[in-house]
Nanobody
Framework: QVQLVESGGGLVQPGGSLRLSCAAS????????TGWYRQAPGKQRELVAL???????NYADSVKGRFTISRDNAKNTAVLQMNSLKAEDTAVYLC?????????WGQGTQVTVSS
């Protein structure tokens, strides 16, 4: 059974940083395209960042230069480092893995940016 479990969300002040992690079981992240998405109340889910199995990355324009996606193959974990956070980054952040004709989602972790 495949599970993706996010952690690291919380409440942070504007300008602060958070580090989200997504631990996978049942699949090897290095063989999948791994993505972070977010969904704010009343808004559609949007792609934040993704990393292909070969290591290529892609970011939403709104987070370029502030967020970094990475992958720890030894720990089978995907990481989203978020710096210079803004109020508009507030959302539930979800981990995603796509590959081999399959797609998996984590349950999400709440990120709230507020003073």
């Amino acid at each position: 059974q495949v599970q993706l479990v996010e952690s690291g969300g919380g409440l942070v002040q504007p300008g602060g940083s958070l580090r989200l992690s997504c631990a996978a079981s049942g699949i090897r992240f290095r063989s999948y395209t791994t993505g972070w998405y977010r969904q704010a109340p009343g808004k559609q889910r949007e792609l934040v960042a993704l990393m292909t199995s070969s290591g290529s990355t892609n970011y939403a324009d709104s987070v370029k230069g502030r967020f970094t996606i990475s992958r720890d193959n030894a720990k089978n974990t995907a990481v989203l480092q978020m710096n210079s956070l803004k109020a508009e980054d507030t959302a539930v952040y979800l981990c995603n893995a796509v590959g081999w004709g399959t797609e998996y989602w984590g349950q999400g972790t709440q990120v709230t940016v507020s003073s």
